[in-house]
C-alpha cells in the first residue's frame, strides 16, 4: 500500500518572514522569524510536502513587479536551502483584494493546486498561518489550521473570537506549531 501523501502548506508575510505594514517589496526589507529557518529544516527532513501559499496584492496594487516576487522567493529558497530546508512549490495569489480572483485565499484555490500538482491528501495536511483568511483557505479545502501569533496573528485571534468561526490551533510560531506537528504525527505512527 501506498503510503499518503501529506503537505504542510504555509502563508509567507508572518510566517516564513516579518509581515511589514506596507509590505515586502525587496530581498532587503526579508527578514526572516525568529525560528523559521530551523523549523523549515526539520519540515525538510520529513515526507510532508512543503508548500508556500501567499497572497501578494502588492503586484496588483502596482507597487511591485511579478518579476520582484520571483526575485524574493528565489533569494528565500537558497536561504532556505542553505539552512538545511527545502521547499517544493511557491505558489501566490498577484491580484489585488478588488479583482476577486479566483486565488486570492481565503479561496482554497491554491492549495487544491498543491492536491494537483502534488497529489496530496488535503485532509492529512496543515495549514500554517497568521491571519483569517489562512484559517478559512485551510477549512474549505479540508486542511487542519494553524494559526501563528506572529505577523497578525494577534489580530486574527481576535477576529476569528470576534466571528462565528470556529478558532484554529494557535501557536506562538512556525517553530512551535512545526514543534505540534511532529508530535501528532509521531503519536499517530505509534
Not at 96 to 110: D, G, L, T, Y
Not at 111 to 124: F, H, M, Y
Not at 143 to 170: D, K, M, N
Amino acid at each position: 500500500m501506498q503510503p499518503v501523501k501529506r503537505a504542510v502548506f504555509l502563508d509567507r508575510d508572518g510566517v516564513i518572514n516579518i509581515n511589514r505594514p506596507h509590505n515586502v517589496t525587496s530581498w532587503q526589507e526579508f527578514v526572516f522569524e525568529s525560528g523559521a529557518l530551523s523549523a523549515l529544516a526539520r519540515l525538510a527532513a520529513t515526507d510532508f510536502s512543503l508548500v508556500v501559499v501567499s497572497n501578494q496584492s502588492a503586484i496588483g496594487r502596482g507597487q511591485m513587479t511579478r518579476a520582484a516576487v520571483d526575485e524574493i522567493h528565489a533569494q528565500m529558497l537558497r536561504a532556505i536551502e542553505r539552512a538545511g530546508g527545502r521547499l517544493d512549490r511557491i505558489y501566490y495569489c498577484p491580484h489585488a483584494p478588488q479583482e476577486q480572483c479566483a486565488c486570492r485565499k481565503p479561496s482554497p484555490e491554491m492549495l487544491w493546486r498543491g492536491r494537483a500538482e502534488l497529489g496530496v491528501d488535503l485532509t492529512q495536511s496543515f495549514f500554517i498561518g497568521d491571519w483569517i483568511d489562512d484559517v478559512r483557505a485551510a477549512r474549505s479545502a479540508g486542511v487542519t489550521p494553524l494559526l501563528v501569533r506572529t505577523g497578525r496573528g494577534l489580530a486574527a485571534q481576535q477576529e476569528i473570537e470576534r466571528s462565528a468561526l470556529p478558532p484554529p490551533l494557535i501557536f506562538e510560531n512556525l517553530a512551535a506549531a512545526t514543534e505540534w506537528i511532529f508530535k501528532q504525527t509521531q503519536a499517530a505512527t505509534k
